[in-house]
């Protein structure tokens, strides 16, 4: 059976967003072993996949009665947010866990998981919004609380943005008035990698775009999933009326 490596929900809908997944599970095709080599404790890991994303997307994704796009294969697979020359987009260590499947993949191989995984998704995404050039792009990603050696990191979630922060900036004013939410700008990671996602769908096409990363303890379970799905709608039907053209 061929692997699908991206899907689409809610092509039709009418809102004026566009959620992405990038990092939605942690499914390996049966052609790579289906695990790649790692133990089970590591494919639930954070390294696999960007754990309680899938399922908050998708909810926000509802709220905002908007379509969603996300990515059916591991990150270890092939990192569908790096762009196609990133050395970090075929990873073979990743925070402390040597990655098998990956330690003899060449340069071949690597082009090969590109045109079987990589550019099928990205162009699912394109596809969609070169018939709905209004849309906002709005990218769901979670971060581990701690990474080892490091400290505990105190975000309930982050906002990403590159120079185009039209979008984030109208987001983070309306979250900074949450009192319960500790938010980070550019938090835990940088706003901007060349030739990422952000970059590929909205930064290049001058469309409004914003990239939510949420603590996963926060957003494990189903429930809280739903809850940060609908909490955060109204505030990016809020943020997007704000923005400037």
Same mark, same amino acid.
């Given at each position: 059976?061929? /692997?699908?490596?991206?899907?689409?929900?809610?092509?039709?809908?009418?809102?004026?967003?566009?959620?992405?997944?990038?990092?939605?599970?942690?499914?390996?095709?049966?052609?790579?072993?289906?695990?790649?080599?790692?133990?089970?404790?590591?494919?639930?890991?954070?390294?696999?996949?960007?754990?309680?994303?899938?399922?908050? %997307?998708?909810?926000?994704?509802?709220?905002?009665? &908007?379509?969603?796009?996300?990515?059916?294969? &591991?990150?270890?697979?092939?990192? @569908?947010?790096?762009?196609?020359?990133?050395?970090?987009?075929?990873? *073979?260590?990743?925070?402390?866990?040597?990655? =098998?499947?990956?330690?003899?993949?060449?340069?071949?191989?690597?082009?090969?998981?590109?045109?079987?995984?990589?550019?099928?998704?990205?162009?699912?995404?394109?596809?969609?919004?070169?018939t709905r050039p209004?849309?906002?792009?709005?990218?769901? /990603? &979670?971060?581990?609380?701690?990474? *080892?050696?490091?400290?505990?990191?105190?975000? /309930?979630?982050?906002?990403? /943005? %590159?120079?185009?922060?039209?979008? &984030?900036?109208?987001?983070?004013?309306?979250?900074?008035?949450?009192?319960?939410?500790?938010?980070?700008?550019?938090?835990?990671?940088?706003?901007?990698? @060349?030739?990422?996602?952000?970059?590929?769908?909205?930064?290049?096409?001058?469309?409004?775009?914003?990239?939510?990363?949420?603590?996963?303890?926060?957003?494990?379970? =189903?429930? %809280?999933?739903?809850?940060?799905?609908?909490?955060?709608?109204?505030?990016?039907?809020?943020?997007?009326a704000r923005a400037?053209?």
């Amino acid at each position: 059976m061929t /692997h699908t490596p991206f899907h689409i929900e809610g092509a039709t809908r009418k809102g004026r967003f566009l959620v992405t997944c990038d990092h939605a599970t942690n499914s390996v095709p049966a052609e790579l072993g289906g695990s790649l080599g790692l133990p089970p404790e590591d494919m639930a890991r954070h390294i696999a996949y960007d754990i309680g994303a899938l399922g908050t %997307a998708r909810a926000l994704a509802e709220a905002l009665d &908007s379509p969603l796009v996300w990515s059916d294969f &591991s990150r270890l697979v092939i990192d @569908p947010n790096r762009g196609e020359d990133d050395p970090t987009l075929l990873m *073979r260590l990743y925070d402390g866990s040597i990655i =098998p499947g990956n330690r003899h993949a060449d340069a071949a191989e690597r082009q090969r998981r590109i045109e079987a995984y990589w550019r099928p998704y990205h162009a699912a995404v394109a596809g969609l919004l070169d018939t709905r050039p209004e849309l906002a792009l709005v990218s769901v /990603h &979670s971060f581990t609380p701690q990474l *080892r050696g490091r400290l505990p990191r105190p975000w /309930h979630l982050g906002i990403l /943005h %590159a120079w185009d922060a039209r979008l &984030s900036d109208a987001l983070l004013d309306l979250l900074a008035r949450q009192p319960d939410l500790v938010v980070g700008r550019n938090e835990p990671y940088p706003g901007h990698l @060349p030739g990422d996602a952000v970059h590929r769908h909205a930064l290049k096409h001058a469309r409004h775009n914003t990239l939510i990363e949420l603590r996963n303890d926060l957003i494990a379970e =189903p429930e %809280a999933q739903e809850d940060w799905g609908r909490r955060l709608a109204p505030l990016l039907k809020t943020a997007l009326a704000r923005a400037p053209e």
